[in-house]
């Protein structure tokens, strides 16, 4: 059930510490005329303490557990290539690649410094995940902590920006099997290889030319990228492990439909301009082993109110503050029937938005 509750409080307030990711690259960020106070649940200063203490060993449960599942998967059809028909090797190509979409999870958690206790085993992962995802960390960094200060205020934050519209219908042509994946990718990289910037407005004003220090970092990982994958696919073709490319170099060139279900469910068909994380992002339940997988971000309200707690606490928080949440769906099914029928209805109405239904609602 919607209601009409709608906040639009902009204050000139000082960030709290919550509003930023918790570590990450010293740059010089642009001057910001306003600063935006969101509404965060409370919790005590005692359980916020318990919930943001970071462990060594839990990083490692999740961090060291989600490689196993990829090697496991890639070394499985590896060897069925070489010992099981063929068939079976397809089949566990296309298996495998769902698993690696997942790694932008675990390379987001890594950014947020926030898994590991000891700071150098975040950053140590963080560069093992990022070039396993063919990402760059330095821009991730750079957008996400707009996104994290201005969750969708636009154009301080331009990570997500409304409307959104999915194709729901043909979005399996590509998320199935992406063949274009290997060519397009390949040809962004060699753009950057040569120097070239990212082009769109918001890239640009995260990388301006006045900051050549942050311009030289991007091009300096995207060429140790490049790189470093023709290196691995080029020693094992030239050793006849020609499907070592399949599963390691380009993983994503299908599987998509998962990881993409999961991640965009995460502000789609909510509100933008408000100042109450419960109105902009959504917390859904999933099962035991795809919050694994997908590093505990389907408690993604939690996440954005309180930044520093690592993954693998959010359900903790969740079940403190759920009292002050809105409904949230139970699995994927539910979720995206919720999302595709604010989608039909904004297609009728384009200035309408789904305002969830918040406990004590009363108040505002």
């Known amino acids: ?29 642009p001057t910001r005329k306003k600063r935006v106070k969101f509404y965060r649940s409370p919790v005590t200063r005692e359980e916020l303490a318990q919930l943001n ?49 997942f790694l932008v999870n675990g390379f987001h958690e890594l950014v947020h410094d926030s ?15 990022t070039f396993l995802a063919w990402h760059n960390h330095h821009h991730f960094w750079a957008s996400h902590t707009e996104h994290h200060k201005y969750t969708l205020y636009s154009p301080d934050d331009m990570e997500v920006v409304f409307p959104q519209t999915f194709d ?21 990289k060699f753009k950057s290889f040569i120097g070239h910037m990212p082009e769109d407005p918001w890239s640009r004003s995260l990388f301006p030319e006045s900051d050549p220090a942050r311009r030289r970092a991007y091009t300096r990982w995207e060429r140790i990228l490049l790189i470093g994958h023709l290196v691995i ?35 789609a068909g909510l509100q933008d301009r408000v100042t109450d994380f419960r109105l902009c992002c959504r917390t859904i339940y999933l099962n035991p082993i795809l919050e694994f997988l997908y590093w505990y971000m389907n408690y993604h309200t939690e996440h ?13 928080l969740h079940r403190l503050i759920k009292h002050e949440m809105p409904h949230c769906p139970k699995g994927l099914r539910e979720t995206w029937a919720q999302i595709a029928e604010i989608q039909e209805r904004q297609e009728r109405e384009p200035d309408y938005q789904y305002v969830a239904e918040l406990p004590g609602a009363e108040r505002y």
């Open 115 to 129: 898994v590991f206790r000891t700071r150098w085993l975040n950053r140590f992962f963080l560069y093992i995940y």
């Open 53 to 101: 203490k970071r462990s060594d060993f839990l990083g490692f449960v999740q961090t060291l557990g989600f490689l196993a599942v990829l090697a496991i998967a890639a070394g499985t059809a590896i060897y069925s290539s070489i010992h099981w028909p063929w068939y079976v090797t397809v089949l566990l190509v296309f298996v495998n690649s769902h698993f690696w979409h």
């Open 304 to 316: 954005h109110m309180y930044a520093a707690v690592p993954c693998y606490n959010l359900g903790k």
């Open 1 to 29: 059930m919607a209601t009409s509750i709608q906040s639009d409080r902009v204050a000139q307030d000082t960030l709290t510490d919550q509003d930023v990711l918790t570590e990450g690259p010293k740059y010089n960020e």
């Open 233 to 267: 696919a080029g020693l094992s073709l030239a050793f006849g492990y020609w499907i070592v490319p399949l599963v390691i170099t380009f993983p994503k060139m299908s599987g998509a439909w998962l990881q993409w279900l999961c991640n965009q469910a995460q502000h």
């Open 168 to 188: 729901l219908k043909n979005f399996w042509k590509w998320s199935i099997i992406n063949y274009r994946y290997p060519y397009d990718l390949f040809k962004g």
